[in-house]
């Protein structure tokens, strides 16, 4: 069960119901701003918002934004204005990046003859989501009609079966 609390230009913000563990979390899909001069008005709005939140919170989607220098790869370097807005919304809302199964890099793109690799779709949990659903990450699928990757959320990921370890004899 889901309820829209916020619907914004680049943002939506919904309360969710999880049935099975009878609990409630927001989750947010995200669609942040490429344009450089919007996107510190972006993230502070972003953690304006964090304070207001009071259950459990989890922004989905596309950030375009860089957390470390390897989450590109190709083309030029990576410029230092595009490695601090992220980290810092991460700190300063106790988050963390999901754990990805698949694919790292979401977004592709040929730039003067390069082929250039980035990962700016994403899951971010907040200190109180990692709580509630520890075991949460992203499955990121192929490149289809779009230069992005589809990135889906899951909550309680199939757990890998443990494999036995065989017990063999050898007679002398």
């Given at each position: 069960?889901?309820?829209?609390?916020?619907?914004?230009?680049?943002?939506?913000?919904?309360?969710?119901?999880?049935?099975q563990i009878q609990k409630f979390s927001i989750i947010s899909g995200v669609?942040?701003?490429?344009?450089?001069?919007?996107?510190?008005?972006?993230?502070?709005?972003?953690?304006?918002?964090?304070?207001?939140?009071?259950?459990?919170?989890?922004?989905?989607?596309?950030?375009?934004?860089l957390e470390y220098p390897a989450d590109k790869i190709g083309g030029s370097?990576?410029?230092?204005?595009?490695?601090?807005?992220?980290?810092?919304?991460?700190?300063?809302?106790?988050?963390?990046?999901?754990?990805?199964?698949?694919?790292?890099?979401?977004?592709?793109?040929?730039?003067?003859?390069?082929?250039?690799?980035?990962?700016?779709?994403?899951?971010?949990?907040?200190?109180?989501?990692?709580?509630?659903?520890?075991?949460?990450?992203?499955?990121?699928?192929?490149?289809?009609?779009?230069?992005?990757?589809?990135?889906?959320?899951?909550?309680?990921?199939?757990?890998?079966?443990?494999?036995?370890?065989?017990?063999?004899?050898?007679?002398?």
């Amino acid at each position: 069960m889901a309820n829209v609390l916020i619907k914004e230009e680049r943002a939506i913000h919904m309360l969710v119901f999880y049935v099975q563990i009878q609990k409630f979390s927001i989750i947010s899909g995200v669609y942040a701003t490429a344009q450089p001069r919007q996107k510190d008005a972006f993230w502070n709005h972003l953690s304006s918002i964090n304070s207001f939140f009071d259950n459990p919170w989890c922004l989905i989607c596309d950030f375009n934004e860089l957390e470390y220098p390897a989450d590109k790869i190709g083309g030029s370097p990576v410029a230092p204005s595009r490695l601090h807005r992220l980290p810092k919304f991460l700190n300063m809302c106790q988050a963390v990046s999901l754990p990805v199964i698949g694919r790292s890099y979401t977004w592709k793109k040929r730039i003067h003859g390069n082929l250039v690799y980035e990962k700016l779709d994403r899951a971010i949990g907040r200190h109180d989501w990692n709580c509630q659903y520890p075991s949460s990450c992203v499955y990121t699928g192929p490149f289809t009609c779009s230069d992005h990757s589809y990135v889906m959320l899951d909550t309680k990921p199939a757990q890998m079966p443990q494999r036995k370890s065989l017990f063999r004899y050898q007679p002398n």
